[in-house]
């Protein structure tokens, strides 16, 4: 299975960016997919995920940080996952890290893979 996100890069507040991330070795539509990201001495967190798309419904949720500005989509044809990110401010700086899971039985076990990452940074 590999994770291989792209597009990062530097740019200027209020710039956009478009993430995005190609998935190989597994059904990417059965996964739930997820954008993360890290920056320098802080803990990882969740940034924008996309339900699977085994449903009639797609979900999306966002960080309140950047509800508004960030836009997650899927192209399971494709097997990519896009995070469209408008008006960028510094604290987006991070390293953002592709995520997919599933649940895979009763117990709750879950299949879980991450990419390697992409630097976005944003100057003010």
């Known amino acids: 299975v590999q994770l291989v996100e792209s597009g990062g890069g530097l740019v200027h507040r209020g710039d956009s960016l478009r993430l995005s991330c190609a998935t190989s070795g597994l059904a990417m539509r059965y996964y739930h997919m997820g954008w993360f990201r890290q920056a320098p001495g802080k803990e990882r967190e969740g940034v924008s995920c996309i339900s699977d798309a085994d449903h009639e419904t797609i979900t999306t949720i966002d960080a309140d940080s950047v509800k508004g500005r960030f836009t997650i989509s899927r192209d399971n044809a494709k097997n990519t996952v896009d995070l469209q990110m408008d008006s960028l401010k510094p604290e987006d700086t991070a390293v953002y890290y592709c995520?997919?899971?599933?649940?895979?039985?009763?117990?709750?076990?879950?299949?879980?893979?991450w990419g390697q990452g992409t630097q976005v940074t944003v100057s003010s």
């Open positions: 995520n997919a899971y599933r649940v895979v039985n009763v117990e709750g076990a879950r299949a879980e893979y």
